[in-house]
Every structure is written in structure tokens, then in C-alpha cells.
């Protein structure tokens, strides 16, 4: 075996392993951690039993499992073997076993003293998958406390060691390779925005096959991308292997594309960010990398999780860059410009503050850990992630009130799926059909089984006729998760045959919903575990959809699904607002009624129409209105409730403002706007009872309004803001206490003749506002002696051109005081 890089630290390593139990390996792309760390340990003392090596991805645990079979000179599945999901090679003799992590989870929470294990690699820690914190929290628990001989070890091309080895424990070793370092030229080519993905990638390869040598790795963010530029590629490179790599490629071709062609053919490898890290891709001397990065991102609001394509990081960037230099010198084309480069994120956000924490949370519940944050984490998972994610497992009666696992949740976690797949195949193995449903919850985790499009029911029949190796061995994956799911069940299974002595078949109704009969539809299973995306049509395209948890979809108008009236939605991407529908069944009316039936309310709905309420009986789903009508009987109380609230919303508007306006001048605090909201349901409820407006007459609102005041308040009332002047004439006029002038009242000038002070409320002059005999401003003033000695004069002249029938004489305040004419003054 040649020499790698990784050989030069490995006897730091197992004098490490040897001395403590936990340590740090960073060694850059290339140096051989992977394939070279776990068979050195088979002859370490300590080392007694099976070693266990995580890897990101079954494309990964594979090609690691046989490169490190091949170095032994043996065939995989005797000394080294692998265990992915739908494939595996394993013995009685396997030392070293290769698997996902998520299937490493699994077993730990089976088997919490890792029975017969004697290390735990876990291998390329940077990408910081949910599963590879959350395998390493659980190992080092178990460590902790089961296991003081484990050892555990973790190993990565750009991590900081620092901060894992602060996690393992106070002492643990970083031990770092250099691993070997070959010349890697960069090309910044620029953007091509007016290009879509697939081209550009597709003109920059030929580009590169032109001006360099060796094999050419493209990276793309998607399986749609792949198939775009393979189609732009084929067209120009006829006799050129074109292979792509990404996880709905069959084991054979992905093979393929990981190792030289048998011919010493020239080939491409069109990636996704599987090929990123984990596997050396033989003779590639050549990157063309997008700059793009696709990952799964949980959405809070919507509960659904989506694909979302961001900007790859400077890490992704140069472990893509480093494939071009792992086996001798190298190049790499970048998609976009070097001076944007510093503007991309560092590193790839961890998955921990991305994903769906449902998993996670029931696993630590199955662990027996209600407080997540009690384990050690890199980056602790987000309160409000862990609480949504609690949520929706209660939902599932996975949890109870304090959050411990239930029956129901030892039931769902013993399924290797999502808390609320693995609900629905145990609903389907109540039914009589867990077979349908174990093989509806891969065809949601395995994109492209089955083909494409959004109608699952039609990606399950071409599976079905599908004779492929990958489509045989998920068919046995399905079959064994129905299998344990009829374990599992609480109830004994339906023989569907046997319903309604039918021979149970499926068949297609009218809408296009596949159902058997006899047997539970296959809609309905999809929406006994996802309520919330039961979806109905919003218009007669078919394009906008309704969920019952009240946000809206949106699907592709050409899609055989748009001509159903209902939908049971498995996956969706996009906004929350109107993400795309992409994966979902139908369900025709009839049977959401019979099956459904459980979750459709009979309610009477209130609502406000901005001058009353409206009461209306609905049957409803979630959001979606089944049916709805004029309810001639609402509940009062409930009447009553919504009209105070929108009464308080809007108290200003409807009480009497004079009223209100005298208590805040007297500082009387029963009738501040506060104390008023605050005790509505006490004086405001009563007057609305009965009603469906809020047109109480004023004279009712002032009754109760007075009302609230004792006796003493109602005196301070009456004097300190009393609600009229008097002149000396005899007439009254309301006073204001409403304006920024106030107290202040209006009044004809000749009604205050004989008046030598100044009125006052309390301490502050009333503010007179004097008009004319017809009423028109004359003068404002809180100085009335200042006006009859000043400015009168002026406006006396004035008014006598104006109104010679009225009195206005020299010196008012010595005259009467009377609102009637010259003539009419003196008769009397």
C-alpha cells in the first residue's frame, strides 16, 4: 500500500487511543483519514471488538467500505463492511463496519452500551449534520456513563479541533496531519446570470476540456442541473463519458463515476455536494464548480421542510477546489468572481440550526433526556425549534405533557424515519396497509424512485413495475418497515380482502385518488400524519391551493393532480406563503369525508364586518370551509365577547368624548381611557349583551359611565369641570375640555356685558371664545377686563357697521347684560 500522509501522524494517534479515549484528527482532502485510520486500530490492544465508521452519505460509506477492502487484499462484507439503507455487506468476521449516521443513531439508541464496539470514527465532523452532532452527543454520554472504554474519535479536513476537543473532555488530543500538498491553479470565470446553472456549468466544462488535462468533476446543486448540462454536454461530446453522481444514481453508476474508465477514456463526473468531501474521484485533475450549494432547511411556520439553494461557503469552495488536487497538480473554475468571494459565508450553517428537531427531540426521549441541553452539543439546539418540534410530537401523542416518550412514541421511534412517516405506516399497519404506506414514506425520502413529478401515486405504480436494482431493494426496505410496523401496531391488521367481503384491489376514482377498496385510500394516509397539508383547490386551474393549516400552495397547472378538488400535500418547496407543491396524492371528496371525518369541526363562526357581527354555522377543516350558512343562534356570550373586543380597540371612537374630556380635566382616574379598557367586561359587556353592533345610544353610555363614579367623584365632577357656563345674561353654553385651549366656551359677546372678572373653572381662566350676533368669531381671550379696556374699542367700531341693531357700547362692563336689540333692550 502506498504511502499516504495520514501515516506520518497515525502513530500520534494510537499512542493517543491508547492513553485516553477520545481524540482529534484534522487532516486536509486526500491524506487517507478515511480509509487508513480504522484498519491501524484492529491491532491495538484495546481494540477487541467491531470499529465503527460514520459516514455523511451512502455514496460515501460505500466507496470508504471497498477502497479499505481492496487495501486488504479481501472482498467487502468479510474483515470490512458497510450498512446503508438500502444496501449492505456485512459478516460474522467484519472488524470495521462503514455506516451512515443516521443508522449509527439508530443503533445507539438500541443499544446503548455499543455491545461489542470498540470505537466510534466519526468522519468528516465539519459538515455538522444533525445526525453527526447527534450521534456524537449520545456516544459521549454513553461513554460517559455505560461505556468509560469506548473510544471515540473525530475526524475532519476543516474543522476546529480546538472546539470538538473541548467537547470530548479537558485533555483531548488534536492531532493534525498536512497532508500532501499539490499546486491547485484557480480560474475565476465570472457569472453568467443570464444563463441558467446547467449551461453555464456545461460551457465552462467544455471550456476546461479543451485547456487542461486529466478527468473534469462538476459541481451542481441539483439532479435538474445535472440532467441539463449532461444534455448540453452530449450533444458536443458524443464519445466522452458523461456520468453523473448524486444519491438517486444506481450503486453500479455511482461506482463508475468514483473510479477511472476501464477504456483510459478522458471522462466527466457532473456532482452534486455529495462528491464535495469523503470520496476520491480517481484521475479528476479538473473542478468546475457552480458556486451553488442545495440544502434542506426546516420552515418554522410552515412545519414543512424545504430544499433551499444558497451560495456555497469559502469551506465548500475549497474542499471542491481540493478534489482537482488530491492525486497530483490541479485546477479549478469558479463560477463567479474573485472579488465576491470574501462576501460568501465562512462555513455552512450547522443542520442543528437549520433542520427539523422532531427527530432529534424524540430520539434524546428515547434516550431518557427531557432537557436536550443537558448533552454536549457544539451549538445547542434553538429554543424555539425544540419547542415546535415538541409540539408536533405531542400532535402525534408521541410525547406526553412533560415531554417524556410514550407508548405511542417507542412505537414511532422504533421506525428509521421521520416522527410523523413512521405515524403514518403504523396508521397504515392498523388499516391492512402498512405495505402502502411503508412504500409511500420512501417514496418521499428517496427523490427520484419511481420517477418524477409531484403525483406519488403515479411515481408508486411506475416503482411498482420497476424491476431495477435500486427499485428491488427499496421495495425489500419497504417491505421490512412494514413488516415491524405490523409488530408494532396496537391493533391486529385488516385483511382488507375481508372488508365487506370485497377482494381488496386498487383502483382510481373519478379525481385521480388511488384507493383500494376495502382498504384505506392512500391520500389518507398522507393526511392522517400531515392534518395540516390537507389542501384544497382555490381556483378552477388548479394552481392555487388552501391548506387546512391556513397557508397557501401552489401547483403547476399541467400536473395531473390539478384537476382534483383535494390533495394531501408530502413535500413542498419554497416560501411558506406559496411554496411549490411537490410531492402530493388526491383525495376525492367523498373520501375525506368518511376517512377524515374525525377532523371536521360543526362550529359557529364569528365574524367582524367592521360594523357588525356577522354568525355563520361552518363545516370546516382546519382553515378550509367545507360548507357554511347564516347561524340565526350564535352564542351570546361569544356575541358579546367579540363586540367588546373590537369596542375596546376602538373605545375613543365610540364614548362620549365630552364626558371624558371633563373627567381628564378633573383627573377623576375611574374614567381614564386605561382604567375603562381595562374593566370593559364590568360596565361596557352588559350594554352590548344582546346586541350585534356597537350603536349604543349615547345616553346609555354616559348612565355608565357616571355610574362607575361614587358619590365624592361625582361632586369633583360637577365642580371642578362643570359641564356648562352660565352668563350674566342667563344663557348656558357646554364647555369644551376636549382642545389644547381648553376649558374654553363659546359665546355671544353682548352676554357678557356687566361682567367686570374674569371667569374661572378651578384655577384656570376660561378661555372665551366671542362671536358676533350671528355667531361668527370675533375675539378669543382670558383676559376679558384687558378686552373690554383694549381691543373692544376696535371691535365695537366694527360690529355697529355691521350690526347697527345691537348694542355696543363704550364701556360694556357697565352695561346689562341682554342678547336682545337696541329697541327691543330699551322697551324693557
Not at 481492496?70 to 446503508?84: D, N
Not at 418554522?300 to 469552495?317: F, I
Not at 367582524?608 to 357581527?613: D, H, K, S, Y
Not at 379696556?789 to 362692563?813: L, Q, T
Amino acid at each position: 500500500m502506498s504511502e499516504l500522509p495520514i501515516h506520518a501522524v497515525l502513530p500520534d494517534l494510537l499512542a493517543a487511543l491508547r492513553a485516553r479515549t477520545g481524540a482529534v484528527l484534522v487532516a486536509p482532502p486526500g491524506a487517507g483519514k478515511t480509509t487508513a485510520v480504522a484498519p491501524a486500530l484492529l491491532d491495538e490492544p484495546w481494540c477487541t471488538g467491531t470499529v465503527i465508521l460514520t459516514s455523511p452519505r451512502r455514496v460515501a460509506a460505500r466507496a470508504a467500505a471497498e477502497r479499505m477492502a481492496e487495501l486488504l487484499g479481501e472482498k467487502v462484507g468479510e474483515r470490512v463492511g458497510y450498512l446503508t439503507r438500502l444496501d449492505s455487506r456485512q459478516s460474522a468476521a467484519t472488524r470495521i463496519l462503514v455506516v451512515t449516521e443516521a443508522i449509527f443513531v439508530s443503533r445507539i439508541l438500541g443499544d446503548q452500551e455499543l455491545t461489542g464496539v470498540s470505537a466510534v470514527l466519526f468522519d468528516e465532523a465539519h459538515e455538522r449534520h444533525l445526525d453527526s452532532d447527534l450521534g456524537l452527543a449520545l456516544a459521549l454520554e454513553s461513554q460517559a456513563v455505560l461505556r468509560e472504554d469506548l473510544r471515540i474519535c473525530v475526524m475532519s479536513a476543516t474543522i476546529d479541533g480546538a472546539r470538538f476537543a473541548g467537547l470530548m473532555g479537558e485533555g483531548t488530543p488534536v492531532i493534525e496531519s498536512e497532508g500532501r500538498a499539490h499546486p491547485l491553479r484557480i480560474e475565476w470565470l465570472g457569472s453568467r446570470p443570464e444563463l441558467r446553472t446547467g449551461e453555464a456549468v456545461a460551457g465552462a466544462v467544455l471550456q476546461a476540456w479543451r485547456e487542461e488535462q486529466g478527468d473534469v468533476l462538476a459541481f451542481l446543486p441539483g439532479v435538474g442541473e445535472i440532467e441539463r448540462a449532461r444534455e448540453r454536454l452530449e450533444e458536443r461530446l458524443t464519445d466522452v463519458p458523461i456520468l453523473p453522481l448524486h444519491g438517486q444514481v444506481e450503486p453500479s453508476a455511482q461506482r463508475a463515476a468514483i473510479r477511472r474508465d476501464p477504456q483510459g477514456r478522458r471522462r466527466i463526473v457532473l456532482a452534486t455536494a455529495i462528491a464535495e468531501t469523503s470520496i476520491t474521484l480517481e484521475g479528476v485533475s479538473v473542478v468546475v464548480d457552480a458556486g451553488l450549494s442545495r440544502r434542506a432547511e426546516f420552515d418554522l411556520a410552515a412545519g414543512v421542510t424545504h430544499l433551499v439553494t444558497h451560495r456555497a461557503s469559502q469551506a465548500a469552495a475549497a474542499q471542491r477546489a481540493g478534489r482537482a488536487a488530491r492525486q497530483g497538480p490541479g485546477v479549478a473554475y469558479r463560477l463567479w468572481e474573485e472579488a465576491a468571494h470574501p462576501g460568501r459565508e465562512r462555513f455552512d450553517p450547522p443542520e442543528m440550526l437549520t433542520s427539523d428537531l422532531a427527530p432529534l427531540v424524540l430520539a434524546l426521549a428515547q434516550w431518557g433526556v427531557a432537557d436536550p441541553l443537558t448533552l454536549p452539543w457544539l451549538d445547542p439546539p434553538p429554543a424555539a425549534a425544540l419547542s415546535a418540534a415538541r409540539a408536533r410530537l405531542a400532535a402525534l401523542g408521541a410525547l406526553d405533557g412533560e415531554g417524556r416518550i410514550t407508548e405511542q412514541g417507542r412505537r414511532i421511534a422504533a421506525l428509521p424515519m421521520a416522527p410523523w412517516q413512521a405515524a403514518m405506516v403504523l396508521y397504515g399497519a392498523e388499516h391492512g396497509a402498512a405495505d402502502r404506506a411503508a412504500r409511500l414514506a420512501l417514496l418521499l425520502q428517496e427523490r427520484g424512485l419511481g420517477g418524477r413529478g409531484e403525483d406519488l401515486a403515479q411515481r408508486l405504480s411506475r416503482w411498482d413495475g420497476d424491476r431495477s436494482a435500486r427499485a428491488e431493494a427499496s421495495r425489500k426496505l419497504a417491505q421490512g418497515w412494514a413488516k415491524r410496523a405490523q409488530s408494532l401496531a396496537t391493533t391486529p391488521p385488516v385483511r382488507p380482502e375481508l372488508v365487506e367481503g370485497r377482494a381488496s384491489r386498487e383502483v382510481r376514482g373519478s379525481t385521480g385518488s388511488p384507493r383500494t377498496e376495502g382498504g384505506v385510500p392512500l391520500g389518507v394516509l398522507l393526511a392522517m400524519a400531515l392534518p395540516d397539508n390537507i389542501a384544497r383547490r382555490r381556483d378552477p386551474s388548479g394552481e392555487s391551493w388552501i391548506s387546512a393549516g391556513g397557508r397557501g400552495y401552489v401547483l403547476d397547472p399541467t400536473s395531473p393532480l390539478a384537476i382534483a378538488e383535494w390533495l394531501a400535500i408530502g413535500d413542498a418547496q419554497g416560501q411558506a406563503k406559496g411554496a411549490r407543491i411537490t410531492a402530493a396524492v388526491a383525495l376525492a371528496t367523498p373520501e375525506v369525508e368518511q376517512w377524515l371525518s374525525e377532523r371536521i369541526e360543526r362550529r359557529s363562526v364569528l365574524r367582524w364586518t367592521g360594523e357588525r357581527v356577522e354568525a355563520r354555522l361552518e363545516r370546516r377543516i382546519g382553515a378550509i370551509t367545507l360548507a357554511s350558512g347564516p347561524d340565526p343562534q350564535p352564542d351570546t356570550d361569544a356575541v358579546t365577547a367579540l363586540l367588546l373586543d373590537k369596542a375596546v380597540e376602538n373605545l375613543a371612537d365610540i364614548l362620549p368624548t365630552d364626558l371624558l374630556a371633563r373627567a381628564r380635566f378633573a383627573e377623576i382616574a375611574a374614567l381614564s381611557p386605561e382604567e375603562l379598557a381595562a374593566e370593559a367586561d364590568q360596565w361596557l359587556a352588559p350594554l352590548l349583551h344582546g346586541r350585534r353592533d356597537l350603536a349604543v345610544p349615547k345616553g346609555q353610555f354616559v348612565d355608565a359611565l357616571l355610574g362607575r363614579l361614587d358619590w365624592d367623584a361625582r361632586q369633583r365632577l360637577d365642580k371642578v369641570a362643570p359641564r356648562e357656563f352660565v352668563t350674566p345674561a342667563g344663557t348656558h353654553h357646554p364647555v369644551d375640555y376636549s382642545g389644547p385651549d381648553a376649558p374654553a366656551v363659546e359665546v355671544r359677546v353682548q352676554a357678557l356685558f356687566g361682567l367686570e372678572r374674569h371667569p374661572m373653572i378651578g384655577d384656570t381662566p376660561l378661555l372665551l371664545r366671542l362671536t358676533s350676533p350671528a355667531g361668527r368669531p370675533i375675539q378669543s381671550t382670558r383676559d376679558l377686563p384687558g378686552f373690554w379696556r383694549g381691543s373692544w374699542r376696535d371691535v365695537a367700531k366694527e360690529m355697529k357697521g355691521r350690526y347697527p341693531r345691537h348694542r355696543w357700547p363704550e364701556e360694556p362692563w357697565a352695561e346689562k347684560p341682554s342678547l336682545k336689540t337696541k329697541n327691543a333692550f330699551h322697551r324693557t
